[in-house]
């Protein structure tokens, strides 16, 4: 039988907000669309002037890549292009992008995204991903505003990433459940592949960069050791999977079970990755399947944004395992974030 194409999947999906006058599904589906062209470029990023990097430095201090641009520009045109969106946050831009256009003047949703995820293996051909939150705006008319987007993880109306893998993936919650999307290639659409994605209890793979080791705080340094001690109880030693690119391995975890997690080390005392386009959506969706996601302490979608690019630590994937590495968080406690 065929799937469910994935628009087709979310306009069925549409009656589960009964106030929906479609724009959601509608935003949904330019998000899908930018995937396409992105992942077109991804699949010949070889073959095309495309690989690289442009020379520039972004806010966060990290060399700009060319596919990084061109990811930017697909997503804030098709967004720009759908009308749904009032404002725009990305990671490659310092501001946010407020959208002006006589087809948005009614727009009810902003978007903050990470475009190309795992920028580091762009250029050696291993997976990287997009992510994107969908909130609500809060100001009442005309342009999004920086405001719009300090609101919790709580507030998102929906979130999701796209992995470009051996296959291209999107994976998206509107927060009742998780639901996956293989990009067919032959006929050019999302279908459903991963219904109702959960993600188990317990599982065995750990991910870290266990090069930054001698920068952890203990707690993470004590889980560790504990990942590689054998105990035939609890299937110890796990194995230790990490791509370094966060939605990979992210969506790897979540299929087969294990915890991902990039912790404040003394270099980056507040960790690397970024709560409002990266941790707050894949918190979200990993919550959605029945997962845990938190700073090693607390959770991540009750945190408070005062920044567009404020950076947290993160301990997301099977609850079990979460729950467990917090207690050696907690009982260091000087170390708590
Ligand atoms: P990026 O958005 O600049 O690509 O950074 C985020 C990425 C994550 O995808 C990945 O898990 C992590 O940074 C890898 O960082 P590191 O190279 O420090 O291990
Ligand atoms: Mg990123």
């Given at each position: 039988m065929k799937s469910k194409t994935l628009?087709?999947?979310?306009?069925?999906k549409q009656s589960d907000f009964p106030y929906a006058k479609g724009e959601l599904s509608r935003l949904l589906r330019d998000i899908g669309i930018a995937a396409k062209i992105v992942n077109r470029e991804v699949n010949k990023a070889g073959l095309v002037e495309i690989l690289g990097e442009t020379g520039e430095t972004n806010i966060q201090g990290e060399k700009v890549k060319k596919l990084d641009v061109f990811a930017n520009d697909q997503f804030i045109a098709a967004l720009k292009a759908g009308g749904e969106v009032c404002a725009i946050?990305?990671?490659?831009?310092?501001?946010?992008?407020?959208?002006?256009?006589e087809i948005s003047k009614n727009a009810k949703y902003v978007v903050a995204m990470d475009p190309l995820d795992g920028s580091s293996n762009i250029d050696v051909n291993v997976s990287v991903g997009t992510i994107f939150s969908i909130y609500r705006r809060t100001s009442l008319s005309g342009p999004g505003t920086n405001e719009d987007f300090m609101q919790?993880?709580?507030?998102?109306?929906a979130a999701g990433y796209i992995i470009y893998g051996s296959s291209c993936m999107l994976v998206y919650t509107t927060g009742k459940?998780?639901?996956?999307?293989?990009?067919?290639?032959?006929?050019?659409?999302?279908?459903l592949s991963h219904p109702n994605m959960q993600t188990p209890k317990m599982g065995n793979v750990y991910s870290i960069n266990e090069g930054n080791y001698l920068h952890f705080p203990e707690g993470v340094k004590k889980y560790i050791k504990y990942c590689q001690e054998e105990d035939l109880v609890t299937n110890r030693p796990f194995s230790s999977r990490y791509i370094g690119s966060g939605v990979a391995d992210i969506h790897r975890n979540l299929i087969v079970g294990g915890i991902y997690i990039y912790p404040t080390t003394?270099?980056?005392?507040?960790g690397k990755l970024r709560l409002l386009y990266?941790?707050?959506?894949?918190?979200?969706?990993?919550e959605q399947a029945g997962g845990k996601a938190t700073t090693g302490s607390k959770r991540i979608l009750e945190l408070d944004i005062k920044e567009l690019h404020q950076r947290t630590?993160?301990?997301?994937?099977?609850?079990?395992m979460v729950d467990m590495a917090m207690e050696f968080m907690a009982k260091n406690t000087a170390e708590k974030v």
């Open positions: 628009g087709q999947f979310i306009i069925e946050a990305s990671e490659e831009n310092d501001e946010i992008i407020p959208v002006e256009s919790r993880g709580t507030e998102q109306v459940g998780v639901n996956g999307f293989t990009l067919d290639p032959s006929i050019g659409e999302f279908c003394t270099k980056s005392p507040k990266e941790c707050n959506p894949l918190a979200f969706i990993i630590p993160l301990f997301v994937g099977s609850a079990e």
